[in-house]
């Protein structure tokens, strides 16, 4: 074995399916193989170092791939595991997903998309491990250490979804743009926006999709319209990066990890309360995910993407102007038609 390379554990009861993943995947990773959920499970009480990621496949004999899931999530020592199912055509995807796995594949097998969702994923948890050696080793240095790998980590999903080109950047930009107008115009809001540090939440912005980095490539990066199923699935993207940024450290000490959890979990929520994922509305919903929630949509607006046009400038703020007080919180959303001009300076530097 390669102590070198990093390790992939695959669970799967065909010998077939087992000998065509060590194909795909010898040349990058050392390969551990089980039959089924208990013997894997005994494979991974044994390893050390434990594997980086599990390919689990769904149905086998003795145990199957949900009950060693179940197992894996209430054991401290596996809960942190990430787990890629390998899926059949009657198995539901979103329900896996949901359950709490990173992503699936389907079978029969196409080694680019195999390779490709392993290399995601453990480079995720790469971060994951490192960001936390550093903070238990460097506490000195945790604030600009956490800064940096949380900005690599947004530049991860950034490289993955191919329409985003600045969209981190930009998005960050309107979000500081908005905070400081709130706070100078002595808004409603600008003390609890003092409180909650205008510069933590705008670097905080950088991580609001990095739940899509357990979005299958199939669905992220799509041309057309999304089937109902698929989309349930891209919604998922904000319960994965509230979990996500919950590895990354105790977000009730650290007030930019909380930023980073209540944006990636609340910005697709409304106003109304017609989002996802909790249907919350008005003040129910986090301060800085209101924020997010209009940066993002302007940015989408105004910024071509893989499945539509950029729209105009003055149609766009029509469109957010509408969804006053439906879509978006109304005292943000009167923030941004007065600093619109900024707004329109920001993504035409950063195209």
Same mark, same amino acid.
């Given at each position: 074995m390669d102590n070198k390379k990093q390790t992939v554990l695959v669970v799967d009861d065909i010998d077939l399916n087992v000998m +065509?993943?060590? *194909? +795909?995947? $010898?040349? *990058?990773? &050392? %390969? %551990?193989?089980?039959? &089924?959920? $208990? *013997?894997a499970l005994q494979v991974l009480r044994n390893a050390n170092p434990l594997p980086k990621i599990i390919l689990l496949d769904v149905l086998m004999p003795e145990m199957t791939g949900r009950q060693m899931f179940e197992i894996m999530k209430n054991d401290k020592a596996l809960m942190r595991l990430p787990v890629i199912f390998i899926t059949a055509e009657n198995d539901s995807e979103s329900e896996l997903l949901a359950a709490g796995a990173v992503d699936f594949i389907n079978k029969p097998f196409l080694p *680019? %998309? /195999?390779?490709?969702? /392993?290399? &995601?994923? %453990?480079?995720? $948890? &790469?971060?994951?491990d490192s960001l936390e050696q550093m903070v238990a080793e460097k506490t000195a240095e945790a604030t600009n250490t956490l800064d940096n790998a949380l900005q690599g980590l947004a530049n991860v999903i950034e490289h993955r979804d191919l329409e985003s080109g600045e969209h981190v950047k930009r998005t960050q930009l309107y979000m500081k743009t908005l905070t400081y107008y709130l706070v100078a115009s002595n808004s409603v809001y600008a003390e609890e926006l003092m409180k909650l540090k205008p510069d933590i939440i705008m670097k905080s912005m950088a991580l609001h999709d990095v739940g899509k980095i357990a979005i299958p490539d199939r669905i992220l990066l799509k041309p057309g319209k999304l089937t109902a199923e698929e989309y349930e699935i891209m919604k998922t993207h904000t319960t994965r990066g509230k979990e996500i940024i919950g590895e990354l450290g105790d977000v009730n000490s650290s007030l930019y990890l909380k930023h980073c959890e209540n944006i990636c979990y609340g910005h697709h929520e409304r106003w109304d309360g017609n989002g996802y994922p909790q249907r919350l509305k008005e003040l129910e919903i986090p301060l800085v995910a209101r924020l997010a929630s209009l940066a993002d949509v302007y940015d989408a607006l105004v910024c071509a993407r893989v499945y539509k046009a950029a729209i105009p400038y003055d149609e766009s703020i029509e469109i957010i102007y509408d969804g006053r007080e439906t879509q978006f919180d109304p005292v943000i959303t009167d923030a941004l038609i007065s600093v619109q001009d900024q707004f329109r300076e920001i993504s035409e530097e950063y195209k």
């Open positions: +065509i993943l060590e *194909e +795909i995947l $010898k040349d *990058e990773y &050392n %390969i %551990i193989t089980a039959t &089924n959920g $208990k *013997e *680019e %998309i /195999v390779k490709l969702r /392993v290399r &995601n994923q %453990i480079e995720l $948890k &790469n971060y994951s």
